[in-house]
Structure formats: C-alpha cells, structure tokens
C-alpha cells in the first residue's frame, strides 16, 4: 500500500467514525428527549395549542322594490375577558393591579348593572382562581356599545395585553315588523339556514360562504391568522312595495276580524309583469291575527271562483253561448241522485240566460252546462283544462307550493260538482295567476317575489317575467269570460258582487272599476262538507278597462254573517282603491265623502294626542288605543308604537318632530337629511340605544 492508499483510507475511517458519533448523538438525544425532558416539553406543548375556527359571513339582507329593508342581519357582540393572558401576570401582577380599579369604575358607570366594587371583586376572583374566561355583561353589545368597551382603562392596551375578548354575533330583524313575515321567512338562529320563505328558498344565495381562521396559542399569547376570507351572502331584492303590503296587510286584518274567521290570505301582483307586489296570510291565535301560515300557496277547494274555469272550458270548445238561456229549476236540480241534489243560494224561477248565470253564481246552471257538454267524456273537460294551463306546474319563489289537485271524474255527480268548485284543490296563488290571464288577454304568466340578486349593490342576477301559456282560450271567448266578470261586480239584478238588497256597495267602486268573480264553498271535516262552516272568496282584476293589477282575497270559516261579495269583494275593493291612489293612476279630491269608499290621506307615526288633533281638524275619526305612541293604519285604527328609553325606536313614517322626539328620549342625538316622512333611519330599529351616540335620518 503506498502513501496515497493510506492517506484515503484515513479519510474514509475519518469520516464514518464522524458519522457513526453523529448517528451515536442522535440516538442519545432521542433518548434523552424520550425520557430526561419529556415532562418539560410536554408542559410546553400543553402551552402551544394551534386551533382553527369558522369565520361566519355577514347574510345577505332582502330589499322591497323601492329599496326599503325587509329584512337584514345587525351586529351585535359579547364580550369577555380572559384573566389568564400572561402580560397580566408579569412582573407580579403589575398591570392587572395598575388598572383593576379605573377598569371596574368605566365598566360599572357604563353598564350600570354592578358597583365599581362588585366588578372589582368579580375580576380579582377570576384572576385569583384562574377561571379565566369572564363574562363582562350579560347582554349583547351594540357596535357603538363594543367600541366604548374597547377605549375603557385596561382594555385599550389591546387584547394581548388585556385580556379582552369580543365575539361578534348577527341577529336577524325585520323593520317592518309582520309586513309579509311569512312569505319573507325566517331563519334558525341568527346565522342559521333558512327555515321558510324567501329565507329558505334563497339560503345559498342569502348567507354567503364561511371564512377560515387559524390561531395559535404561545405562553398565552395569542396570535390569529385568516387562511380563508369570508365571502358575504348576497342581497335580494324583492318585487314587493311596503306600502302596498302594508294596504293589503291592514284591509286584510279588518275583515278577518269583523267575521272573526279562523284566516285568510291577499295576493296583489301586477297584470303584465306578473311582480307579486304584496301577500299576506292571517291566521288567529288568541283573537289576535297574525303570519303564521303561508295560506296563499296551500291548496283548497276553491268554491265558486272555479265557474270561471268551467264556463271558459265550455265557451271555448263551443258548447255553449252567453245568450244562452236554460231552466235553474227555481234552485234545486236533482242530476243523477235523489239524495244529493245541486242547489242556489239564489234561487229563479225563470230561465236566465249563460251569462247571468255566472253573474249569479248559480250552481246549477254550471252543473248543467259542464255535464251536457261532457257528459260521460269528463276526461276532455279535464283535458280542456290542461289546455289551459289550468294544472301546470309553476316554480314559485316560496317553497312548499302546493300543485293544484283535478282529477279525471269517475261518475257524473262529481263531473257536476267539479263545475262549481268542489272535488278539485287549488292554492289561492294558482288562482290569481288564472284570473291574471284573463286580465292580461289571455296570456298566463308566473307570479314571482324576486326581482335581483345583487352582490355589494351590483345586480348579479335579474329575474323577469315567465310565461306559463301565450293563451288560455280563444279571443272570443276571453271576450265573452270578461264580460260575465263585470257583470259579477255591475249587474245591479244579478251580480254575487254588485249590490247588497239593502243597497250597500260590495265590490263596486266609484274610484276604479273592477271585475272579478264570488267564491263560496262549504269545508270538509272528518269526510263531510259542513253546513254550518265555509270558505269565501273574491278574485279580480282592476281597472277592468285597462288592467293593472289583479287581487285575491280568501276568507276561512268566517263565525260572524257574511257574503263573498261584501266582505273578500269588499276587501278587494278598498285595496283596489288605495292601490290605485297610491300608484298615482287616480286623483282623489280633498273632499272626503266616504271613509268607506274614497282613500283619506295617510297619517304619520307618532303621538297619539297631536294625531287625533289633526285627524278633528280633518273630520278622521282615529279610533283610540291605549298608547302614547301608535301607527294608524289604512283603516284608521291606531296601532301602540313602543317606545322605551333603552332601545332605539322604529321612527320610520313619522314627521321629523316626532321622530326626533321618540329618539332623544333615548339619550340618543338626531341629524336630519330632507323632508317629509321618515324614510330611513341610521341604526335599526330594536339596537340597544347608546346614550351621546348620533342617529341619521332620511326624510322623502
């Protein structure tokens, strides 16, 4: 071996001796680590905790057409401290000892609810013990409320330093209170899914996607770290008009509660567009009405309104003419059975003719007419109805929506009853977009709730109208249908609609003219059709020159007397009327001649005293309600307003002295923009009011 074999044999044992040490230390470490240091490093890693959280997005709020809020999602926080943080024990406690005093004196003089020592003795124990997490108060915390907190003694050194935790949290409110509640929705929580309603149907749109944030924790400090931004949910916007809904809603509840009926439901949409401008459904619980059921969207036999559908099946495949005339057997007309014979509710004793029997409502005329012209072919009476798009499915925007129910008829009997209304179901929703056809000339479109979904105020996404058929029926016959509607509403001799026999006004109007159609049907419990219970209704359009609008009204068993004319007809009226003035398309004189049949001017929110003053000054008679404070309604009944010292008001309608009257009684300031009502106010109504913060209001 020469000297340069050596030298290289010298290196290579140089250099594994040097990595089996290396090898040797590594093992030992491990060893040593395993054993020796264990219980320090897991003291250690029990201070080091890495922990990932959701970030819950903001849900999106959901606008009427004019842009007013119908509901939305406002902050509101917790705050907590935690005791354990190490800055406050360093160097003995220096900084918890320093401030403890100024911080428990800020925390009891904005509260209120403790003494500066019981906050003191409160903090002092949580430090002591070690229990760490401290709820400050019991309560949630509006954003001015939070932000106060945060520049108190102690807790404006940060939260590293402080202790101090802030959970943000968004409760779900609704500015307008029960103004289509129901039809809105609502959701579980405050940040949960959607349960019903718009709120359900629009869910993944509404409540955005869920952030990520990381945190980890290091000798008590912690340090928080976004992985994954929140995206908001976003906006929806509605075809609804609070003012309308509010016409409807509040002519709704009269008639609800002069018949004290179990509930009912108001449909207003636009004729051409198909724009759902305003729904209600009322039910009773504890005399008081309410949005408890989504009605307009269940199916129901619908009663007499179904002769319509009939009489155009008829008309259309040439079965019959308006200037028919037939026998109604002075109102009792047995078919094929002795036991169940078809009777009116009007009864003649002379033959009329096809169209005042629709006018009149006759039973009998329709049962005759349905079966002589299809009379042991029923399935092409059903067939006729398809044609008409009479069961076609239709998307709408609240989910649940019933299908309509009709089927072919095994025996003559029923093919009779079907005629007028019975053996079939229809939600009311179903039947406004029926009776909108005929209004639109005979073109069948959608209803639908929603107009934009929009993302940071940008339209994402625009809905528009849908057309279900191009045409019902036939020109001459949607000709013929028309004139029997108007003929229901102006036919002094025969209408269901026109004149009670004591001449009160049902459905006539001497603002705007309206056609339509009368609908009463027995309910069926436990497999009877009860005698003593019934369902009303009245379905029509207005003006019937030149339509804009058309309206439903269903009434469910109503205990007081009542008439489908006067009352679902009579309902449809005023809404009609209001409707109309309000949409600028009629001019009311300042010459109130009938508070029953001329729209009055609104009133504003506000106290009860000065608006009763003003309404003497007018001749209004504003029924009384023990409050200082109320709404008045389109019936001029007084509604309390709540006003506390500790919640900021709902001030929206009133004039600008009330509304800054109601809100400084909460320690509140008040800047004004504009004139006229309260449009909009800058915190929302319900926010737990913060004494010296400032309210924007916006007067139109």
């Given amino acids: 071996m020469n000297d340069n074999q ?153 939260k590293l330093k402080s202790g101090l935790i802030i959970e943000s949290n968004y409760q779900r409110i609704k500015p307008f ?12 929580g405050n940040n949960g899914k959607g349960i019903s309603g718009l709120e359900m149907a629009y869910d993944e749109v509404l409540r955005g996607k869920e952030g990520e944030m990381g945190t980890h924790t290091v000798e008590g400090y912690t340090i928080s770290q976004v992985n994954r931004e929140a995206v908001d949910g976003m906006d929806i916007v509605t075809t609804l008009d609070a003012n309308l809904q509010d016409i409807v809603e509040s002519n709704l509840r009269s008639t609800l509660a002069s018949l004290d009926a179990d509930w009912g439901c108001c449909i207003l949409m636009e004729t051409h567009t198909g724009e759902v401008k305003a729904i209600s459904n009322l039910g009773k619980h504890d005399d ?58 009007h009864r003649y004793n002379h033959p009329i003719t096809v169209k005042q029997a629709l006018a009149a409502s006759s039973n009998v005329a329709l049962a005759k007419i349905v079966t002589h012209a299809y009379e042991k072919k029923a399935e092409k009476f059903v067939s006729k109805l398809d044609k008409m798009g009479v069961r076609d499915s239709i998307p709408f925007d609240i989910p649940g929506t019933n299908l309509p129910y009709i089927e072919v008829p095994k025996d003559g009997e029923t093919l009779a009853r ?44 625009r809905f528009s109208t849908s057309t279900i058929a191009s045409s019902v029926c036939k020109s001459s016959t949607l000709r013929d249908i028309r004139s029997c509607l108007e003929a229901v509403v102006w036919d002094n001799d025969y209408g269901t609609a026109s004149i009670s026999p004591w001449g009160q006004k049902k459905a006539q109007s001497d603002i705007v003219h309206i056609a339509g159609k009368t ?113 008045v309604n389109e019936n001029y009944e007084a509604e309390p307003l709540h006003v506390t010292s500790d919640i900021v008001p709902n001030v929206t309608g009133m004039g600008a ?5 109601a809100i400084e009684q909460t320690g509140m300031l008040v800047t004004i923009r504009g004139k006229g009502k309260v449009a909009s106010q800058s915190i929302a109504p319900g926010t737990k009011a913060q004494k010296g913060g400032k309210v924007e209001l916006e007067l139109r």
């Fill in 177 to 188: 209170g029960s103004l289509a509640s129901r039809s809105i929705g609502n959701i579980f």
């Fill in 6 to 158: 050596k030298k290289a044999v010298i290196r290579f044992a140089a250099v594994f001796l040097l990595i089996a040490a290396g090898f040797v230390a590594v093992l030992v470490k491990i060893a040593i680590t395993q054993t020796v240091e264990r219980d320090d490093l897991m003291k250690i890693a029990a201070r080091q905790k890495s922990k990932d959280y959701a970030i819950e997005p903001n849900r999106g709020n959901i606008y009427d057409c004019t842009g007013r809020l119908l509901a939305g999602s406002a902050p509101s926080y917790r705050i907590y401290m935690d005791t354990r943080v190490q800055a406050l024990h360093e160097n003995k406690g220096k900084l918890f000892n320093t401030y403890i005093d100024s911080v428990s004196t800020a925390l009891s003089e904005f509260f209120a609810d403790r003494t500066a020592q019981e906050y003191k003795r409160y903090l002092q124990q949580g430090y002591n013990t070690g229990n760490g997490r401290l709820r400050l108060y019991p309560k949630q915390l509006t954003y001015s409320e939070m932000k106060a907190v945060q520049q108190m003694p102690l807790f404006n050194k940060g």
């Fill in 657 to 661: 002295r009330d509304a800054v009257y």
């Fill in 418 to 461: 079907m005629a007028f209304g019975y053996y079939v179901e229809l939600p009311p929703v179903y039947s406004l977009m029926f009776y909108n056809a005929i209004a639109n000339n005979g073109k069948m479109i959608r209803p639908f709730m929603v107009k934009e979904i929009q993302q940071n105020g940008e339209t994402v996404k």
């Fill in 288 to 345: 008081v009405y309410v949005e408890d059921k989504n009605y307009a969207v269940t199916k129901v036999e619908p009663g007499s309104t179904f002769k319509t559908y009939a009489l155009m099946a008829a008309l259309d495949d040439g079965k019959t003419s308006l200037d028919d005339t037939l026998s109604t057997n002075n109102g009792h007309w047995v078919y094929t059975d002795p036991k169940r014979p078809i009777s009116d509710a």
């Fill in 519 to 631: 609908g009463t049907a027995r309910i069926l419990e436990n497999g009877k059709y009860s005698s003593r219970y019934h369902r009303i209704a009245f379905c029509g359009y207005f003006p019937m020159e030149d339509p804009k609008y058309t309206c439903i009204c269903v009434i469910h068993k109503p205990r007081n007397p009542y008439d489908a004319g006067m009352n679902c007809g009579g309902t449809v009226r005023r809404i009609a009327e209001k409707t109309m003035a309000y949409s600028g398309s009629v001019h009311v004189s300042n010459k109130y001649v009938s508070k029953d049949s001329l729209l009055l001017p609104p009133v504003k929110r506000g106290v009860q005293k000065e608006i009763r003053k003003a309404g003497d000054g007018t001749n209004i008679d504003i029924k009384r309600t023990d409050s200082q404070w109320i709404r």
